[in-house]
């Protein structure tokens, strides 16, 4: 059974700084892309970032650029996304996710994800 499991998640000052991982189990995703996408209360989900297989290329939503690094670690089947200078908008439900595909490029369509972990909740105070 394949299973991606947030965690990290938390409460923050604004400005503050939290690192949310995904563990991934029941197959390797060594070989996939994967994204980090956020849903805040009354919004749609939206992608925040992703990463190619073997990490090299980093792609992230303009809102969180120059905030935010993902990365992964192969060996350990885990995503991270670093999270710095965080803003009260950043507030939402945090979601890792499996490309359907190996592919050379991540997408930043939610429906080309095949696996999602459950979410994990950050909220940043102003």
């Known amino acids: 059974q394949v299973q991606l499991v947030e965690s990290g998640g938390g409460l923050v000052q604004a400005g503050g700084s939290l690192r949310v991982s995904c563990a991934a189990s029941g197959r390797t995703f060594s070989s996939y892309a994967m994204g980090w996408f956020r849903q805040a209360p009354g919004k749609e989900r939206e992608f925040v970032a992703a990463?190619?297989?073997?990490?090299?290329?980093?792609y992230y939503a303009d809102s969180v650029k120059g905030r935010v690094t993902i990365s992964r670690d192969r060996a350990k089947n885990t995503v991270y996304l670093q999270m710095n200078t965080m803003k009260p908008e950043d507030t939402a439900v945090y979601y890792c996710?499996?490309?359907?595909?190996?592919?050379?490029?991540?997408?930043?369509?939610?429906?080309?994800?095949?696996?999602w972990g459950q979410g994990t909740q950050v909220t940043v105070s102003s």
């Open positions: 996710a499996a490309d359907r595909l190996p592919r050379r490029r991540p997408p930043e369509a939610g429906y080309e994800y095949a696996y």
């Open positions: 990463i190619n297989w073997n990490g090299g290329s980093t």
